[in-house]
């Protein structure tokens, strides 16, 4: 069974720092593009960050650019992004998604698009609140 899951989450203060963990269970994470989404409360789902698990290329929403960064361990079958400089704008649930690599190559960056993802985690809340 295909199961993404995600940890890490919590409250921090503003200018904080949190590491998410997205954690790979039947089925490996070698071959596909893992990505990291939210969803504030009243706001559509948006793509923070994705990478491509073979060639280590990344893609990231320009309003997180400069504080997160995503890397994955296949060792672990996990990826996690490094969330620092936490603004009140940065609150929402976290989810984590994957889909097979359309293409293997040293070139292809993936998108931040969620049609794009089939499989999705259960999400981690993050709030950032004094």
């Known amino acids: 069974q295909v199961q993404l899951v995600e940890s890490g989450g919590g409250l921090v203060q503003p200018g904080g720092s949190l590491r998410l963990s997205c954690a790979a269970s039947g089925f490996t994470l070698d071959y596909y593009v893992i990505g990291w989404f939210r969803q504030a409360p009243g706001k559509e789902r948006e793509g923070v960050s994705c990478i491509n698990s073979v060639n280590g290329n990344t893609n990231y929403a320009n309003s997180v650019k400069g504080r997160f960064t995503i890397s994955r361990d296949n060792a672990k079958n996990t990826v996690y992004l490094q969330m620092n400089s936490l603004k009140v704008e940065d609150t929402a649930v976290y989810y984590c998604?994957?889909?097979?690599?359309?293409?293997?190559?040293?070139?292809?960056?993936?998108?931040?698009?969620?049609?794009?993802?089939?499989?999705w985690g259960q999400g981690t809340q993050v709030t950032v609140s004094l």
């Open positions: 998604a994957a889909n097979p690599l359309p293409v293997v190559d040293q070139y292809y960056t993936p998108g931040l698009g969620a049609y794009e993802y089939g499989h």
